[in-house]
């Protein structure tokens, strides 16, 4: 097992009808600013009870909708002048993961005082160590489970065509309600995609090579069969409670640091499909589905071990050599996600063997040249990943 | 799965060396107060190394040495003394359980001012609801891993022949370095203490009846397989880092509020413990190992179903019937026990049939008389319970 540092000071507060809880977790005389997306949260009532909640205490409340998908720097600067304008104390985010990023990276902007104008440097605080003195502290309500922003102190913003990574300590949620039943009305391809994305966060931390730390891999075992059992299931049946709750709470644990506690990481899936995000607009969940065949398929010699374990552990594959199990686990992951009603075709979507280079030259604009837990998956690999993935 | 709150703040520096960071993590002109057990942390160096690095900025540092094991009331409102008399702003706990119980009760005391003169009701934090406004900073450095004391915010304490629980948001150490190297030196005797402290710690929160909770059954249920895995193994080669960094950190998950959170609970077999503790001197561990499996015996019936789930996924056992495969889990933990060369036989630490009832006593005593995760464990049975395990 790896040296590793562990912290996370996010209060969950987990359950049917906790949302009754918020007048208790948000500071009185607070000035309150309600982050939002797009309709659905006014559509299905939440909003409404979250303000109804807030205003049983004397508070300031001001709302900003409008938060989008993959949330854009510019929207998001909407929101921090707003919190300059009326001396916002506290940030709530009500939705899903972009939402929750978006907040963070609101929080640091306010607090950041001597980034003014400049803000744009803070979305690189992923990248260039910036460290902050304070944040605005922020309570999040969750209506989408994915992301594990909810419970963690990163956020992925867009900043013109690029996807960057702002990550913080500052900006650990205080407190997140995590209510099944407000995820009941989310479309079927939202749910779909939480799934994938749990599924492939808990990879990116296990599929790697062994380093014999068996909390961390039982644990990511344990997620992955969970995904494998109650995906189609909460899909199909979604007021379903335990299994929408299984799934909510499972993709909190797949990305709050503690599976990867010790473990080396590998975020490539993730990069290589922020660029397919970032150039065609495909869905983040759909470009992980998209990548992490053909990049096992690829990369099999160095994930060779720990993917036999996964076939083992999780799949059951008990025949075989290491490279067939191995092999034999990547079409199960396939069809899993295929079960799901989620295309692993980058043709299905479009896409054309011509326009691969413009991809791979995001990847190599965003420094992203020597990624994966070992260092050497170049642009030349992830050329090879993008065409075997057409 | 049931409704939850989680919320555990305490920053974990964990691996190999890492107690070389204590002197970033300690506040700078703090009063330390340094508290440990016996000689061993003196014996091996690791006390050295703790005032060195303490001594690498400017700080005043005093230490209590003799937290016995099951520390005394008595002893630790010596070192309540001592926080007084010298102003302390810090404790740092040094040891195992006990070292770490004490320090959380000494925080509480020193800090309860309201509370002078009258400290032994605090011991019964964990009963009464008393509610604190502050309690003293704690760090600790762990030199025995067991009871998770080092990540969550609960005690035990001995007052008189009682084991009273304490438990109080404000003791979660603000952080704890975990590292496995300082375990070396244990005794095998209490490594096999550890085993069975984390074994038992999932159990209680695992061996209840199903509420569909599977991010918590999976966890626990790999928590279980690494202590059947590693249990003799880490006993028999005490130097072996993995196998070591595994105890210790499966040690720490399994009582820190992650694998109970939603799910029903049942800390009998600690309750039951306790008192034979109190009554005959057995070390903590070893009283669980006895309660186990004749309580499991004579409550088949409520912890059936579980039972099963447990038979299937940790000991494979796929033959039988639901009760067939309950008792042959039962018998397969019993052996497991014995192989650590703990004998689960109460008659085997000198105890006879007509000390039972002075046992029960206790229970009724401290109003342990409808406990479990039915509440319907009376004195009666926990008797039975007691003679079975004769």
């Given at each position: 097992?790896?040296?590793?540092t562990?912290y996370?000071?996010?209060?969950?507060?987990?359950?049917?009808?906790?949302?009754k809880?918020?007048?208790?977790?948000?500071?009185?005389?607070a000035?309150v600013?309600?982050?939002y997306?797009?309709?659905?949260?006014k559509k299905?009532?939440?909003l409404?009870?979250?303000l109804e909640?807030?205003k049983?205490?004397k508070?300031?409340i001001f709302?900003f909708?409008?938060?989008?998908?993959?949330?854009?720097?510019e929207?998001?600067?909407?929101a921090?002048?707003?919190c300059?304008?009326?001396?916002?104390?506290?940030?709530?985010a009500?939705?899903?993961?972009s939402?929750?990023?978006?907040t963070?990276f609101?929080?640091?902007?306010?607090?950041?005082?001597e980034?003014?104008g400049r803000?744009?440097e803070?979305?690189?605080t992923?990248h260039?160590?910036?460290?902050?003195?304070?944040?605005?502290p922020?309570?999040?309500?969750?209506?989408?489970?994915?992301?594990g922003?909810?419970?963690?102190?990163g956020?992925?913003i867009t900043?013109g065509?690029?996807k960057?990574?702002?990550?913080?300590?500052?900006t650990f949620?205080?407190f997140?309600?995590?209510?099944p039943?407000?995820?009941?009305?989310?479309?079927?391809t939202?749910v779909?995609?939480?799934i994938?994305d749990?599924?492939?966060h808990?990879i990116?931390q296990?599929?790697?090579y062994p380093?014999h730390?068996?909390?961390?891999d039982r644990?990511s075992?344990?997620?992955l069969?969970?995904?494998i059992?109650?995906?189609k299931?909460t899909?199909?049946?979604p007021?379903n409670?335990?299994l929408?709750a299984?799934l909510?709470?499972?993709?909190?644990m797949?990305?709050?640091?503690?599976?990867?506690?010790?473990?080396?990481?590998?975020?490539?899936?993730?990069?290589?499909?922020?660029e397919?995000t970032a150039?065609?607009?495909?869905?983040h969940?759909?470009?992980?589905?998209?990548?992490?065949p053909?990049?096992?398929?690829?990369?099999?010699k160095e994930?060779?071990?720990?993917l036999a374990?996964?076939?083992?552990?999780?799949?059951?594959?008990?025949?075989?050599t290491?490279r067939?199990?191995?092999?034999?686990?990547?079409?199960?992951?396939e069809?899993f996600f295929?079960?799901?009603?989620?295309?692993?075709k980058l043709?299905?979507?479009?896409?054309?063997e011509?326009q691969?280079?413009e991809v791979?030259?995001?990847?190599?604009?965003?420094?992203?040249?020597?990624?994966?837990?070992?260092g050497?998956?170049t642009?030349e690999v992830?050329?090879?990943?993008?065409l075997k993935s057409l």
């Amino acid at each position: 097992m790896n040296n590793f540092t562990f912290y996370n000071p996010t209060k969950i507060i987990f359950g049917k009808g906790e949302l009754k809880k918020l007048d208790s977790l948000v500071p009185k005389n607070a000035r309150v600013l309600v982050l939002y997306g797009g309709g659905s949260v006014k559509k299905f009532g939440t909003l409404d009870t979250v303000l109804e909640e807030l205003k049983k205490s004397k508070r300031d409340i001001f709302e900003f909708s409008g938060i989008e998908p993959n949330p854009k720097f510019e929207t998001l600067m909407k929101a921090v002048e707003i919190c300059r304008k009326e001396n916002i104390t506290f940030l709530l985010a009500v939705g899903g993961g972009s939402v929750m990023d978006g907040t963070k990276f609101v929080s640091i902007a306010v607090s950041a005082t001597e980034f003014v104008g400049r803000e744009k440097e803070l979305v690189y605080t992923g990248h260039n160590g910036i460290t902050l003195k304070s944040a605005l502290p922020i309570g999040t309500i969750v209506t989408l489970p994915a992301t594990g922003s909810e419970m963690n102190s990163g956020g992925v913003i867009t900043l013109g065509k690029d996807k960057l990574a702002i990550s913080n300590p500052l900006t650990f949620p205080l407190f997140s309600i995590l209510d099944p039943t407000l995820t009941y009305t989310l479309p079927s391809t939202q749910v779909a995609n939480g799934i994938i994305d749990t599924f492939i966060h808990t990879i990116e931390q296990y599929v790697t090579y062994p380093v014999h730390a068996t909390f961390q891999d039982r644990t990511s075992e344990g997620i992955l069969k969970t995904m494998i059992e109650i995906g189609k299931e909460t899909i199909d049946n979604p007021t379903n409670y335990d299994l929408r709750a299984n799934l909510v709470w499972n993709s909190s644990m797949a990305l709050n640091g503690l599976i990867g506690a010790g473990v080396p990481q590998d975020w490539s899936i993730h990069l290589l499909g922020h660029e397919l995000t970032a150039v065609f607009g495909i869905d983040h969940a759909k470009t992980l589905a998209i990548v992490l065949p053909s990049l096992w398929r690829v990369r099999i010699k160095e994930k060779e071990a720990k993917l036999a374990q996964y076939a083992q552990r999780v799949w059951h594959i008990t025949e075989g050599t290491t490279r067939e199990k191995a092999l034999k686990a990547i079409q199960k992951t396939e069809e899993f996600f295929n079960s799901l009603g989620i295309s692993t075709k980058l043709s299905d979507y479009g896409v054309t063997e011509h326009q691969i280079n413009e991809v791979v030259q995001g990847l190599i604009r965003h420094n992203f040249t020597n990624i994966s837990e070992t260092g050497d998956l170049t642009p030349e690999v992830a050329k090879e990943i993008y065409l075997k993935s057409l």
